[in-house]
């Protein structure tokens, strides 16, 4: 069982930057996609981006692109969020997952390992 952990959630103002950071239990991860998810109350998990198991392929969700970036460091097994200009709708839980296949995905069905949320909050 691989157990994924996020970190680096918190409260900023709007036009801040946070990163979060994913780190695995196990390096089995290191050839998985991997990606990143947020979800607000009442609404559904969605897609915030997603990274290749080399890092050579990335997805951005229209809402974060030219805003976000997201990376991995292989060696450690880590997965990272750099978020700049923070917005409020960019308010959720935060989610990091490791894909079924060697490639993300949008589609939360074809994750197999969840983290447990870290929540970032922007105010206006």
């Known amino acids: 069982q691989v157990q994924l952990r996020e970190s680096g959630g918190g409260e900023v103002q709007a036009g801040a930057s946070l990163r979060l950071s994913c780190a695995a239990s196990k390096r089995t991860t290191t050839n998985n996609g991997m990606g990143w998810f947020r979800q607000t109350p009442g609404k559904e998990r969605e897609i915030v981006a997603h990274?290749?198991?080399?890092?050579?392929?990335?997805y951005y969700a229209d809402s974060v692109k030219g805003r976000f970036i997201i990376s991995r460091d292989r060696a450690t097994g880590t997965v990272f969020l750099q978020m700049n200009s923070l917005k409020p709708e960019d308010t959720a839980v935060y989610y990091c997952?490791?894909?079924?296949?060697?490639?993300?995905?949008?589609?939360?069905?074809?994750?197999?390992?969840w983290g447990q949320g870290t929540q970032v909050t922007v105010s206006s």
């Open positions: 997952a490791a894909a079924r296949s060697s490639y993300g995905s949008s589609a939360t069905e074809n994750y197999r390992y």
């Open positions: 990274i290749s198991w080399n890092g050579g392929s990335t």
